[in-house]
């Protein structure tokens, strides 16, 4: 067995262990970390149900060996909002009613903190452009984009 | 079974040319994985034909956007976020630019190489049109040193590319456009956001005192690998602006692609659509030209 040792930081907490050479970050989430919040839904880049952030950005965790995250870090869905409060965007998500059988949440709320921290007020068109990797079969997108929004917003009142 | 697979990982571009050269087993070079995790998944014995991953994403000499003498030099590990993001590369390959901003969706643009993009060399790979159209070069490096390929060289047909086993994409070497170069990428996907190109086109164009100087058109998707028309380029290169029928010769553009690829199903819809993208893109080019 040629199993490789990995060391990163999930949710702001150092995580070491080892991994099959070819393991999907998604699969060592879920099933090694159990973290179940991250989805897996298409498993080829297409749904957007597994994002997570990378070192800040936006990613599919079903197309990311976890091999290469050494050093690196990872926010999952878990790793939102304080222990007794809710992100400002999971907030929002609930006030709009942007979630319905809330399978692409997770991923959805993952790729819209990424693009907060990077932007700090974006445009409706930017919302919708980091949410394209997001696929939502439930809302029409109208309550997620608006949610995104009002988040923005609230976050800029901080 | 994949036991014997090995993962190598390394911030030093000797020792990764050094595990390449090692002949006693294919090692794959892994940027951002947004190909490779997929084939995988279709085909897990796909693992067997490699005795081990090589993750790249850590090589220095692999990054980086930087303006030097009389080139921009693009590293093989950019991805189409940094691409976008560039405003060197916005300022003098908007093509490019705008064929990163159209390939795939933001999770893929922010973990996808052009490095990768390119040596993946699907007949879709969004970014080759633009590097074939800017005449960019590509510097492959091995333990033997560097060799110089021209982009439209590279590929030779759809996922295969002349690269060597023991060689790695370093960087691309794009001149710097002549002051007035316009550029314009124009794609066809089944819908806005993370769709698969069907057709592109990128032309590139300089024109002065009324007269075209320069142009460069290559299709994308269109045609195997991407290669210029260059039969339509002769009919615009000298040509009054002002006199340039772009219905006609977007016509001729249909009949370009049709001598690469011959009659196939898809003609009869792939003909005019790569028409419009060429006539989009000249009445772009007449538009910048009257406003100058």
């Not at chain 1, 999971?90 to 990077?118: K, N, W, Y």
């Not at chain 2, 911030?11 to 040319?17: P, Q």
């Not at chain 2, 970014?127 to 590509?138: K, M």
């Not at chain 2, 040193?145 to 590929?155: I, N, Q, S, T």
């Amino acid at each position: 067995m040629s199993k490789v040792k990995v060391a990163f930081t999930l949710n702001d907490q150092e995580v070491s262990l080892l991994v099959q050479p070819e393991e999907r970050l998604l699969d060592t989430i879920r099933d090694r970390l159990n973290l179940t919040g991250t989805k897996e839904g298409c498993g080829v880049g297409e749904c957007g149900a597994c994002t997570v952030m990378l070192d800040g950005q936006a990613v599919n965790s079903c197309l990311v060996l976890t091999a290469q995250v050494y050093g690196r870090e990872v926010r999952t869905v878990e790793g939102l909002g304080g222990e007794e409060e809710l992100d400002k965007l999971q907030q929002a998500f609930i006030d709009h009613q942007a979630v319905q059988c809330g399978f692409c949440t997770p991923g959805m709320l993952m790729s819209a903190r990424a693009l907060l921290d990077d932007t700090g007020s974006p445009t409706r068109e930017e919302i919708k452009t980091a949410l394209d990797g997001n696929l939502c079969r439930c809302t029409g997108y109208k309550q997620i984009v608006e949610a995104v929004e009002a988040a923005a917003e609230a976050e800029e009142v901080d | 079974m994949t036991e014997d697979i090995k993962f190598f990982q390394t911030d030093n571009l000797e020792a990764a040319l050094e595990l390449l050269a090692d002949s006693s087993g294919v090692i794959k070079p892994v940027a951002g994985g947004t190909d490779l995790m997929v084939k995988i998944r279709e085909d897990r014995e796909l693992l067997q034909e490699f005795a081990g991953i090589l993750d790249i994403t850590n090589i220095s000499e692999l990054q980086g956007i930087a303006e030097e003498q009389d080139f921009v030099r693009i590293g093989a590990l950019v991805t189409h976020r940094e691409i976008i993001k560039s405003e060197l590369l916005q300022e003098k390959y908007p093509a490019l630019v705008e064929a990163a901003r159209a390939l795939g969706s933001t999770p893929i643009r922010n973990r996808g190489t052009i490095g990768g993009n390119v040596c993946n060399a699907a007949a879709c790979a969004d970014t080759l049109g633009p590097l074939v159209a800017f005449e960019a070069e590509v510097v492959l490096a091995s333990q033997a040193g560097e060799r110089v390929v021209p982009a439209g060289d590279l590929v030779e047909k759809p996922y295969q590319t002349v690269i060597r086993q023991d060689e790695l994409l370093r960087y691309f070497r794009l001149p710097l456009p002549a002051e007035g170069t316009f550029s314009s990428f124009q794609k066809i996907g089944r819908r806005q956001a993370a769709a698969i190109t069907r057709i592109s086109l990128v032309l590139v164009a300089r024109v002065s005192q009324g007269t075209v100087e320069h142009i460069r058109i290559v299709p994308g998707s269109a045609i195997p690998v991407p290669e210029p028309f260059t039969a339509l380029e002769k009919r615009i290169k000298g040509q009054k602006i002002g006199e340039i029928d772009s219905k006609e010769l977007s016509a001729l553009a249909g009949e370009e692609m049709v001598k690469i690829t011959g009659e196939r199903w898809s003609t009869p819809y792939k003909k005019p659509a790569l028409a419009t993208l060429v006539r989009r893109a000249l009445v772009e080019l007449k538009e910048v030209a009257d406003n100058e």
